[in-house]
DNA sequence: GTTGGGATTG
DNA sequence: GAATGTGTGTCTCAATCCCAACTT
DNA sequence: TGACACACATTCAA
């Protein structure tokens, strides 16, 4: 890694927002940029050190940086430009974060193994004297204007959990990112409103626990505070409803049904809708609980929520003598059950260990079908399209979980479709797999796969089932990646199965029946497999 | 004296 | 035995250091 | 730092 790496790092993510996002930052944030600029090398490189760290004060004592020199200069730099503070006051308990337990000991001159850290600090805080021998000698630095550098990261990621290690971690060869063209000129933000609304959610979700802990009246203000997203800004939506949605949760848990219901209300995405009908019928309000489960079959906005409605109006109705459409038709998959030696392994193993014998299995779970779309559809995953890529450490497009991903890309997927059905399907898996691996992608987890039970896919998974697997994948890629069969298994007579294992106490969940549903449809053959362990005692006995 | 959870680093 | 809610473990980037708990 | 699947407890109905 070259000398100047963090350094190269920053001033790539700050050039960027400045050159792209200047007119978007107010004074306060422009004035940071320019005061950065105008900073020595020494004073650049110590102030992204402490702003890479997760504290915020520091004893220089302990700071060690041989690539910086003399640290004393530098942070008197960084504080002429008002970058960081120098011995600010600070309160007791601040002050006692920055020593250890060993030093607050001696401050004290007592012998070690004397209490825990709780009570020293409770000890040396009534000793004025005691405190003012921990700071003497001791230059202490507060670094300044994080907030600033937050505002630079939001606009360059689109996000808050990305940070300076993407580059590290990238140059490092331990991500890797398709090389997609990033499209500067459909960047995400477009007004300072939109970004001051993100930086809103952003803090109002630190709140979160605080209020959770604190219990409804915080809540409910909490909800109060959150940002209205402008219409086309999907991404905040979708930030906001989920807080809101783990905001109702939460209100829930503490038995505030009604102010839960009235935040439910306001949200069409999953699971307000079905959350809302659980409280609806808890209050006893069975018809309008069923007519929010018809009003949910009719236009659903997942799977989940259809199934959901679905069961739970027949039972409702069913509890309260109302009358109720359609029933709802559980299949039963093939269930057998084998006894088993308990190993070491997780149950899925064991369960794979033992299909072995008759031919070949894999524990894939998500991992084979997800995968192997994933390398199909490679290039249209990747495709350039309006606002898709927008900074270089992306592993999807930026719409990728949204509907519209599909219908975006609709006029690649159907030739890319028209192509498999030529047998053009093993041709895409191996040339990717060649190709693109390690590199990241939302489909393909790369860990999870081998080129061994990839070739025996292809080669005994008829086309058709493919089509269909593929299709219900892209139906909601978002919600239908998960709940495949655990186990992957390739007789010796021919043909495949997909097997769920469920040890002692397990259960079937519901993304895995919807699956099973689809299986049952496409001919697909499945079966649930429960597994129990041999006893030592009833072998004894 | 060990260990387990962190923060930091590249 | 279903339905429902909640808690847990496993992926982890890997090596190193620090620190505060303890016969874990 | 979530996503995902599983483990476990409680409740309720037949
Ligand atoms: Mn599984
Ligand atoms: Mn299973």
């Known amino acids: 890694m070259p000398d100047n790496y963090y350094l190269d790092n920053f001033n790539t993510l700050v050039e960027f927002v400045a050159e792209h996002y200047w007119q978007l930052l107010n004074n306060e944030e422009q004035s940071f940029y320019r005061r950065y600029q105008s900073l020595d090398t020494p004073a650049q490189r110590l102030y992204i050190r402490l702003l890479s760290r997760r504290k915020s004060l520091f004893r220089q004592s302990k700071l060690h940086y041989e690539e910086i020199g003399h640290l004393d ?39 070690s193994q004397s209490g825990r850290r709780a009570q020293l600090q409770q000890a040396i805080s009534q000793h004025p004297q005691a405190l003012a021998k921990l700071r003497r000698h001791e230059r202490i630095i507060a670094v300044l204007e994080q907030q600033n550098f937050t505002v630079f990261r939001l606009l360059f990621f689109g996000n808050l959990y990305q940070d300076l290690t993407a580059f590290v971690l990238r140059d490092l060869g331990l991500q890797r990112y398709e090389p997609y063209r990033i499209d500067t000129d459909t960047l995400p933000f477009r007004s300072r409103s939109q970004l001051d609304k993100h930086l809103h959610y952003y803090a109002c979700r630190e709140l979160f626990d605080t209020a959770a802990a604190q219990g409804t009246t915080a809540l409910l203000a909490l909800n109060e505070q959150l940002p209205e997203p402008a219409a086309d800004d999907h991404a905040l939506q979708r930030r906001t409803e989920k807080l809101a949605l783990a905001i109702a949760r939460q209100l829930e848990r503490e038995q505030a049904n009604d102010e839960a219901l009235s935040i439910y209300r306001q949200i069409v995405r999953a699971p307000a809708r079905e959350r809302l009908t659980r409280l609806l019928a808890k209050a006893g309000d069975t018809s309008a609980a069923l007519a929010l489960c018809t009003q949910i079959i009719e236009a659903p906005t997942c799977s989940e929520e259809f199934q959901f409605a679905a069961q739970f109006g027949q039972r409702l109705a069913k509890k309260n003598k109302m009358p109720w459409q359609g029933q709802a038709t559980p299949t039963a998959p093939a269930t057998t059950t084998i006894t088993l030696p308990q190993t070491e392994r997780s149950v899925e193993l064991t369960a794979a260990a033992h299909f072995q014998q008759w031919g070949q299995c894999y524990y894939v779970e998500n991992a084979l079908i997800t995968g192997v779309l994933g390398l199909a559809i490679w290039d249209i995953v990747f495709a350039a399209m309006q606002g898709a890529f927008y900074h270089p450490f992306q592993n999807s497009p930026a719409d990728f979980n949204d509907p519209d991903f599909r219908v975006a890309r609709q006029h690649l997927l159907l030739k890319r479709f028209a192509e498999l059905e030529n047998g053009a399907l093993p041709g895409l898996v191996a040339d990717n797999w060649q190709n693109k691996f390690g590199i990241t992608n939302p489909l393909v987890s790369w860990r999870h796969l081998n080129i061994e039970v990839l070739e025996l896919a292809i080669d005994k998974i008829p086309l058709n089932d493919w089509l269909a697997l593929f299709e219900y994948l892209l139906q909601d890629l978002r919600n239908h990646r998960n709940g495949l069969p655990d ?11 997909l097997i769920e294992v469920k ?39």
């Open 73 to 111: 200069q530098a942070a008197i730099r960084l504080e002429q430009a008002g970058l960081v503070a120098i011995d600010p006051q600070l309160d007791i308990e601040t002050l006692l974060q920055l020593f250890t337990r060993t030093d607050i000991q001696h401050a004290l001159g007592v012998k």
């Open 503 to 541: 040890g002692p106490g397990d259960r079937l969940q519901n993304n895995q029946r919807r699956w099973m549903a689809q299986f049952n449809a496409s001919g697909i053959n499945h079966s649930v497999v429960n597994v129990e362990w041999e006893s030592t005692v009833t072998a004894h006995a």
């Open 487 to 497: 186990l992957i298994f390739f007789p010796a007579s021919g043909g495949y199965q």
